[in-house]
């Protein structure tokens, strides 16, 4: 079934660790996008992505950086994780294409918890 | 660029009455309107979306108005059930950019 998948789902790292959060999609979409969520609250874009070698900053500061080396895969690594890299991240893709908007499809999302 | 607010914040209505959530755009060149319901731990879930050429969509209990000329747009749920228990976001897609704008979201409470 086509998805966005997203390991790991729960994480407690501590302080200073390197940490990926894994993200693969088997929608065929071209464009991908990183947001970081508290619980129930605004979703902020970090980072996102509309094809391979493409990667762009999104609205929020982000400590993290993010590599498009095959069309379906979109890491986010944090170098030194803190405790205000807390949250949720939710990986999330679209189409390219069209002149009318595209549908953004959400992962289930990786709890981030740094201790 | 594109900016999107969404109001109210939190709404608390009563089982089987009417929830209406609303929203406003700046940019005249967005012309995709689409709805995300959140369930509590679950990830955000299109639920509804409009495009520019139509002024208003239904899915059952689910409706979606657009008036482009006033730049704003709303939700609709009649008829509302303890499952309408969510946060809703609503969004905007410019032509220019197809980076979607997300509202800050409305924390929705069905009343017993």
């Known amino acids: 079934e086509a998805d966005i998948y997203q390991t790991p789902r729960y994480l407690v790292i501590g302080t200073g660790k390197k940490i990926t959060l894994e993200c693969s999609q088997t929608?065929?979409?071209?464009?991908m996008y990183w947001y970081q969520q508290d619980p129930g609250m605004e979703l902020h874009l970090i980072h996102y992505?509309?094809?391979?070698?493409?990667?762009e900053k999104g609205d929020l500061s982000s400590e993290s950086t993010v590599s498009r080396i095959r069309t379906e895969h979109f890491p986010l690594t944090l170098e030194s994780a803190r405790p205000s890299h807390t949250s949720q991240y939710l990986c999330?893709?679209?189409?390219?294409?069209?002149?009318?908007?595209?549908?953004?499809?959400f992962g289930e999302g990786s709890w981030l918890t740094v201790v | 660029g594109e900016n999107v607010e969404q109001h109210p914040s939190t709404l608390s209505v009563q089982e089987g009455d009417s929830a209406v959530i609303k929203c406003t755009y700046s940019?005249?060149?967005?012309?995709?309107f689409p709805w995300y319901k959140q369930e509590l731990g679950k990830r955000p879930q299109l639920i509804i979306d409009?495009?520019?050429?139509?002024g208003e969509k239904k899915d059952q209990r689910i409706a979606v108005t657009l008036n482009k000329t006033a730049k704003h747009f709303s939700l609709h749920i009649t008829e509302t059930q303890p499952e309408d228990s969510a946060v809703y976001f609503c969004?905007?897609?410019?032509?220019?950019?197809?980076?979607?704008?997300f509202g800050k979201g409305t924390r929705l409470h069905i009343l017993p």
């Open positions: 929608m065929g979409h071209d464009k």
């Open positions: 409009i495009r520019s050429n139509v």
């Open positions: 940019d005249s060149a967005s012309n995709y």
């Open positions: 992505s509309y094809g391979v070698n493409s990667t």
């Open positions: 999330a893709s679209s189409e390219s294409g069209g002149t009318s908007g595209n549908t953004i499809y």
């Open positions: 969004a905007a897609s410019p032509v220019s950019d197809d980076k979607i704008i």
